[in-house]
């Protein structure tokens, strides 16, 4: 009998899996990835190859999204279904889980480590304290889109922080960088004006979190824009209204300016 | 050399952990633990201890909080601080981080897989369309306080899934149950009447999210409270406004009424 288990991979690494994901993975007669969707940092295919025993058949996203390879594979034999970061943090891999579910194919969900708790956990902000989570896309062909602007601004009204995803183009070897990004923002805020950010307004940045290079920063625009951020994959995030422990943890983890903490008393 | 690993050891199981965590901590000195702040389904201590080859110190909130046991051990060995879920998530944690990094002790963060990504992906619901996450507390003395509710009001006006956790007194064993928190819900709603739930409004259930008796369910309040939900740890959801896949993922992978989709259409 088939079985399709989606397993998370975590952030980073070919030990950023669970041991239960290590093991499940180990059991499996054929292995399908895609790391279209999000990227693990540092590891290699072979690696992950060596580690588990057996060949990793990578899928691009017309394979995934158009093709029936993963679901007929798992209708046979024991199929494994890996992605960076969680397991069913996109769209397309709920699709797969419900054509599994309605070809009665048994499933098996394990979670891995993902930027949506770890970056709040990095940085020592509260994670119940975030809104909604944006994506920053490329400006392509001078196109910017304002929805994420948008909504940055109402979890700023609401004093509330928020993780802002950086777009990814794996097949192109495409990344946008903190530096991008923050120039995204202060692109959208000449733009749109709506008081999201201005000179004195902290901003967050982190750097291959999760993996044994993170690194994270806080600071204000211009100054961010000066620095050398580390290497993507970075997420930033805009705090809202901050604990004292947080801005502590800022000052002390991220080289937050002490002056945050003054302000805060 | 002292040094200070904080390890999230994830939602379930000794193999909740990722690989990473594993190695780590096999190479520590000493290990403490706290499970007051969040609980490690189906995990024995002494299991633990046996995977990673040596004595876990279990330390009560007083313990972590006003006693310096752990940065002392960390000043002189190194020491190994566990927790369930991430390795952030409380600020107690985050507190002891600044105090290691105060003291020059060297500080290793490895994350641990969170019910913050976990829940929205076992529904199958898109993790960026989650507004702040609220906690209910166990109604005491009559006292419920308002500002998880309000806090959820704000979230379905702007169309945002809410993730609920339930409160956790670990140590009198007492875990919210999806039953006391949707009576919960009810009642808030019969005393500020903010339009947050009503009789058809959908709401979603998870239950021991990460461990192999994981389950989920979505339904209308009354339907739910007539229903064994499974045992906690609950974690309930309020979906905002849902993208076909979603109410899809709902229907097929949590029993949601069928008509969720045609509302859709």
Same mark, same amino acid.
């Given at each position: 009998?088939?079985?399709?288990?989606?397993?998370?991979?975590?952030?980073?690494? /070919?030990?950023?899996?669970?041991? *239960?994901?290590?093991?499940?993975?180990?059991?499996?007669?054929?292995?399908?990835?895609?790391?279209?969707? #999000?990227?693990?940092?540092?590891?290699?295919?072979?690696?992950?190859?060596?580690?588990?025993?057996?060949? @990793?058949?990578i899928?691009?996203?017309?394979?995934?999204?158009?093709?029936?390879? @993963?679901?007929?594979?798992?209708?046979?034999c024991?199929?494994g279904?890996?992605?960076?970061?969680?397991?069913?943090?996109?769209?397309?891999?709920?699709?797969?889980?419900?054509?599994?579910?309605?070809?009665?194919?048994?499933?098996k969900?394990?979670?891995?480590? #993902?930027?949506? #708790?770890?970056?709040?956990?990095?940085?020592?902000?509260?994670?119940?304290?975030?809104? $909604?989570t944006?994506?920053?896309?490329?400006?392509?062909?001078?196109?910017?889109p $304002?929805?994420p602007?948008?909504n940055?601004?109402?979890?700023?009204?609401?004093?509330?922080h928020s993780? !802002?995803?950086?777009?990814? $183009?794996?097949?192109?070897? $495409?990344?946008?960088?903190?530096?991008?990004?923050l120039?995204?923002? @202060?692109e959208?805020?000449?733009?749109?004006?709506?008081?999201?950010?201005?000179?004195?307004?902290?901003?967050?940045?982190? #750097?291959? /979190?999760?993996?044994?290079?993170?690194?994270?920063?806080?600071?204000y625009p211009?100054?961010?824009?000066? *620095?050398?951020?580390?290497?993507?994959?970075h997420?930033?995030?805009?705090?809202?209204?901050?604990?004292?422990?947080e801005?502590?943890?800022?000052?002390?983890?991220?080289?937050?300016?002490?002056? !945050?903490?003054?302000?805060?008393?």
């Amino acid at each position: 009998m088939g079985e399709l288990i989606f397993a998370g991979l975590g952030l980073s690494g /070919i030990d950023g899996m669970t041991v *239960k994901a290590l093991n499940a993975l180990k059991e499996c007669d054929v292995i399908f990835a895609e790391f279209y969707t #999000s990227t693990l940092i540092g590891a290699e295919t072979d690696e992950l190859e060596n580690v588990l025993g057996k060949k @990793i058949k990578i899928l691009g996203r017309s394979q995934v999204e158009e093709s029936d390879v @993963i679901i007929e594979s798992a209708k046979r034999c024991r199929t494994g279904f890996v992605t960076a970061g969680d397991a069913m943090a996109a769209t397309t891999h709920v699709d797969l889980l419900i054509q599994a579910a309605e070809e009665n194919i048994s499933v098996k969900v394990l979670h891995g480590v #993902s930027i949506f #708790s770890a970056c709040s956990s990095s940085l020592g902000l509260q994670p119940y304290k975030f809104g $909604r989570t944006v994506t920053l896309p490329f400006i392509e062909s001078g196109y910017q889109p $304002r929805s994420p602007y948008d909504n940055l601004v109402v979890n700023k009204k609401e004093g509330l922080h928020s993780m !802002i995803l950086l777009d990814i $183009r794996a097949d192109e070897s $495409r990344y946008m960088s903190a530096h991008q990004a923050l120039e995204w923002l @202060i692109e959208g805020e000449n733009k749109w004006k709506c008081n999201l950010i201005s000179d004195d307004t902290l901003i967050c940045v982190a #750097s291959k /979190i999760g993996s044994n290079d993170e690194k994270v920063f806080a600071g204000y625009p211009n100054d961010l824009l000066k *620095k050398d951020l580390g290497e993507p994959l970075h997420t930033l995030v805009i705090p809202g209204k901050l604990h004292f422990m947080e801005s502590y943890a800022l000052v002390h983890l991220a080289g937050a300016p002490h002056s !945050i903490i003054e302000e805060e008393d």
